[in-house]
């Protein structure tokens, strides 16, 4: 069997042994795609996704209009992550001349978009000057955000960090 343009035979021709190699390469790289995004977790933080997409723009106007008026500075610190030590988030929150603001309740959301097993809700505690805190322990090196939401009466408002743990 001699492989030339000329040979009548398909196989022996390498036109067509071309297109049969393409084709494979193709499929097996589609293949491989369909294989990795079935194992591979969806990336999805919440359960919910589809309904909190439908409520954001209500959410996102009140949480403009709360801002607004309770005109808060929030300030997040945190030291260098590492992977399961514990670690603190300091938060500071300053009213419009600068107090820090007594008797506030809040969460620290720590959620990794790539992993919701690894999400925490973790409620914030209050020092005694008026500053509040977290403790948290994160299992994964990589990137995290930390969502703090603070509320006063029916008024909220959040903070959005993004962190590396190393």
């Known amino acids: 069997m001699k492989i030339s343009q000329k040979n009548k035979n398909a196989l022996s021709n390498p036109w067509m042994i071309g297109w049969l190699l393409l084709v494979t390469i193709v499929l097996s790289i589609n293949s491989y795609m369909i294989i990795t995004s079935a194992t591979t977790g969806p990336g999805l933080v919440f359960d919910d ?11 996102a106007l009140k ?3 709360d801002k607004k008026q309770l005109q808060w500075e929030i300030l997040l610190d945190s030291t260098d992550i590492k992977v399961n030590e514990p670690t603190t988030l300091n938060i500071l929150a300053k009213d419009n ?14 959620y990794r ?9 973790i409620q914030l505690k209050e020092n005694k000057d008026g500053t509040y805190y977290a403790d948290y322990t994160l299992g994964l090196k990589g990137k995290w955000r930390l969502l703090v939401s603070l509320k006063q009466a029916d008024k909220l408002q959040t903070i959005e960090k993004k962190i590396f743990v190393r």
């Open 49 to 59: 996704y589809y309904q909190r997409g439908v409520d954001y723009e209500k959410k």
């Open 63 to 65: 949480l403009l209009d």
């Open 97 to 110: 001349n600068g107090n820090l603001i007594k008797g506030l309740t809040g969460i620290l959301q720590v």
């Open 113 to 121: 978009p790539s992993d919701k097993n690894k999400d925490q809700i």
